[in-house]
């Protein structure tokens, strides 16, 4: 027995025109499709969790080990003391 295709749900927003205007001018700044930036936009305004709105997670990960090379181990175990105390 052949499965059916799944549908595909459709969408529409109506948008006033200097703001759709303003989406398509700064998704191609950012080489991305319009939905897309649409969908960056709404999930980054309402995830709760900031480690999943993470675009680029390689960026990310070598911004965290920069920031870790900077500190001092001293300075380490002192915040590991104060959370463990909290």
Known sequence: M???PLMKERWTIT???????????????????PV???????RERLNPFGFQSIR???AYLNSIRQKSRE?????????????QKS
């Open 2 to 4: 052949s499965r059916s």
């Open 15 to 33: 948008f006033d025109h200097e703001l759709k205007n303003r989406v398509r001018e700064e998704a191609r700044k950012l080489r991305v499709y």
């Open 36 to 42: 897309q930036l649409l969908e960056t936009m709404v």
């Open 56 to 58: 680029d997670s390689i």
């Open 71 to 83: 500190k001092s181990n001293e300075s380490f175990l002192a915040e590991l003391a104060k959370w």
